[in-house]
């Protein structure tokens, strides 16, 4: 019989599933399995990246069309490690990802014919409510990417909210006063950094929460009674 592969969400499965049995360090376990998934994403995020820079292209050189594949490969990768760069004909976009512990150079073709014709199948968001301890009535409606399960994201998203107010910019809010709290981590925190692992701020743009009222009920002898 062929043996088959495990894939991502199996491996991580597994990867949870072991750690308690070679350590008693819940916490050293959590950081390790979140190292692992982060490494995880991001091999994705170079690997898409390369198979772009190989089969796709980009359809124009204007100015709106770079911005928005800067911003792109800013959410996943960060955006102070994205630098793009046009060459002087006008063919290519020069584009450099610096990461910690490796660097990746490509070139990104321009091309209206390739760009219609192949398109980047990117993994949808799905709705990810969640309540704090503190205050179970309130619902966070944030998003999660589909194959992320909610409780790898909430792992996640405890971790970067942990992670953030030990950043420079989180230390700042503190010496500035601001409260540290849920609310205030959710305006402040990067966007870079909670897609990077997946999550976004926002689902969708919220709507007004809707009362339901029954407008009619049946009386006793069976007609219609209006209800105010």
């Not at 399995?33 to 190989?54: D, H, P, T």
Request: glycine share 4%; proline share 7%; with cysteine.
């Amino acid at each position: 019989m062929k043996a088959k592969g495990i894939n991502e969400a199996q491996f991580l499965n597994l990867l949870q599933k072991v750690l308690p049995k070679t350590t008693d360090d819940t916490h050293l376990a959590s950081a390790i399995y979140e190292e692992v998934a982060k490494e995880i994403r991001l091999l994705n995020c170079l690997a898409s990246f390369e198979k772009f820079c190989e089969k796709g292209a980009l359809p124009d050189m204007e100015p709106e069309t770079v911005q928005e594949f800067q911003s792109d490969l800013a959410e996943k990768f960060g955006e102070e490690n994205v630098t793009i760069e046009p060459d002087e004909k006008g063919a290519n976009l020069a584009v450099e990802i610096a990461l910690p512990d490796r660097t990746v150079t490509s070139k990104v073709k321009i091309d209206p014919e390739i760009a219609n014709a192949v398109e980047e199948v990117k993994v949808p968001f799905v709705p990810f409510p969640i309540t704090l301890p503190e205050d179970p009535e309130l619902v966070w409606v944030l998003g999660r990417r589909e194959d992320l399960s909610p409780e790898e994201a909430a792992r996640a998203l405890a971790k970067i909210e942990e992670e953030f107010w030990q950043t420079k910019a989180g230390v700042k809010l503190l010496r500035d006063r601001v409260e540290q709290c849920f609310a205030e981590f959710v305006v402040y925190v990067p966007a870079a950094s909670l897609t990077e692992s997946g999550i976004k701020r926002h689902y969708k743009s919220p709507e007004p929460l809707q009362s339901l009222r029954r407008l009619a009920a049946a009386s006793g002898d069976g007609r219609v009674v209006k209800v105010e």
